[in-house]
């Protein structure tokens, strides 16, 4: 029998908190009143918003004393020319570095075609957008406990939210047959648009991710660029834009592309 | 325990983000946000054996972050709030839409940051951090009914400041 079902209920049900006899209750009251039903969808639409307001990214870089606070006490060698050059922030740099050893030892690094020094360069949005993509990724790939934002086991939640944030159905890819495990999700903000980075980790090796945002309408056919010393895939289809990113070679880029393709 | 050191000190950097928006959820301010966040993990690596490994560190950092407000009695963070208006600025080469995207999603932080503090850690701890009530009641030290009554009347309170968007990014935030 439904009795009781005040907002603060309602907004556990959205939280995942009930238990499952209360949430029977709910879905039952959630039947029988649009207006709770409405306040529901409200509830989930402001989740997403304040997820995409406040991503992580909205609060970086750190400033030099907490950099220096959170440096270890061993000196550390020294980082190497392209590195240097090819991060203009500090904070950045020493992330960077960390992550790309790390990344080494698992056995999955690929240096730049490019001579070390140079930059790369960026010519348009795109290639600025996978660069970035290319960066963040090389940062959280090397975490551990904090690889992701939203686990894996809160994959209903994930997708509910990230397809909020894209305005579309968001089914998480099964990339169990390329050997990859889904670890979790986490937003991005780009240039103020949401992207949606699911992470995958395997085996052995670093973990790859891929991002989805919005794109353009023209269908652009998959390519593979280099950036920041790491393989992204990338394509654009129906207005959206699927990236790849991972320090793994082409082809196995392009297979997990190929799988995305055919679930989403 | 130097181990458990280097562990925490590694972890620093990654965890920053959270960090600073859980203080700028507590301080209202970005600048103050920075000293407490300072401050807290400071405090935090004075106390490494009070950290169990295994166990969740940013969870453990909130607490002691929050703890560290509580202990300043909030005043000492009061600083300015200026930036928070700087966050609007908006470089005039980008396109519209990105830049209307940028207005929107600064609108809304400040429409947070204009919730009072209770609402604004609630909502910080389990709409965007994603935790459990549990969780965010034991960070703040209060019971779980507390977060859960804080937790729909912050919905309902940002919810009247906003008009929720579609995330496209041609629309534009309507704030009342």
Redesign the interface.
């Known amino acids: 029998m439904v009795t009781n079902v005040?907002?603060?209920l309602?907004?556990?049900y959205v939280?995942g908190?009930l238990c499952s006899e209360q949430l029977e209750e709910v879905e039952q009251f959630l039947g029988m009143n649009e207006e709770a039903r409405r306040k529901v969808t409200?509830?989930r639409?402001?989740?997403?918003?304040?997820?995409?307001?406040?991503a992580?990214?909205?609060?970086?870089p750190?400033?030099p004393?907490?950099?220096a606070?959170?440096?270890?006490?061993k000196p550390t060698q020294a980082k190497s020319q392209w590195l240097r050059h090819t991060l203009a922030k500090p904070?950045m740099r020493?992330?960077l570095a960390?992550s790309l050893l790390l990344l080494a030892f698992t056995g999955g690094l690929y240096m730049p075609n490019g001579k070390p020094g140079q930059p790369p360069s960026l010519t348009d949005a795109r290639t600025e957008m996978l660069n970035e993509i290319a960066e963040y990724h090389i940062?959280?790939a090397?975490?551990t406990?904090?690889l992701v934002?939203?686990p894996a086991e809160?994959k209903s939640?994930i997708e509910e939210w990230l397809g909020?944030?894209?305005?579309r159905e968001i089914d998480i890819p099964d990339l169990m047959r390329q050997g990859l495990e889904f670890a979790g999700a986490r937003m991005l903000?780009l240039?103020?648009?949401?992207v949606a980075q699911l992470i995958y980790t395997r085996e052995s090796g670093a973990p790859i991710g891929l991002c989805i945002t919005?794109g353009e309408m023209d269908y652009r056919p998959f390519a593979v660029e280099k950036h920041h010393g790491i393989n992204v895939g990338h394509w654009t289809e129906n207005g959206y834009t699927y990236v790849i990113v991972g320090a793994m070679p082409k082809d196995g880029i392009w297979h997990i592309a190929t799988a995305v393709d055919v679930q989403l | 325990m130097e181990r458990t050191e280097e562990h925490i000190r590694n972890a620093l950097v990654p965890l920053y983000p959270r960090l600073k928006r859980f203080a700028i959820s507590l301080t209202g301010s970005m600048d103050s946000a920075d000293d407490l966040v300072q401050h807290a993990c400071e405090r935090a690596l004075t106390r490494i054996s009070q950290w169990t490994p295994g166990t969740r560190l940013d969870s453990w950092l909130y607490r002691i972050m929050h703890n560290a407000w509580v202990d300043e009695q909030r005043c000492a963070y009061l600083r300015t709030r200026a930036c928070l208006d700087d966050a609007a600025d908006v470089p005039s080469d980008e396109g519209r839409a990105q830049a209307e995207n940028r207005l929107m999603l600064d609108a809304v932080f400040r429409e947070l940051l204009h919730l009072p503090e209770e609402q604004r850690t609630v909502l910080t701890l389990v709409c965007i951090d994603g935790l459990s009530y549990k969780e965010a009641a034991d960070i703040l030290g209060i019971c779980i009914g507390t977060v859960m009554s804080r937790i729909s009347r912050s919905r309902i309170a940002l919810a009247k400041r906003i008009e929720i968007p579609s995330p496209r990014p041609d629309n534009i935030l309507k704030i009342r």
């Open positions: 005040d907002d603060a309602l907004a556990a939280d908190e409200r509830f639409e402001m989740t997403a918003l304040l997820r995409t307001t406040c992580e990214q909205r609060f970086l750190p400033p004393a907490f950099m606070l959170a440096a270890p006490r904070w020493m992330a960390a940062v959280y090397r975490e406990e904090h934002e939203v809160r939640h909020a944030r894209l305005k903000v240039e103020g648009n949401p919005f």
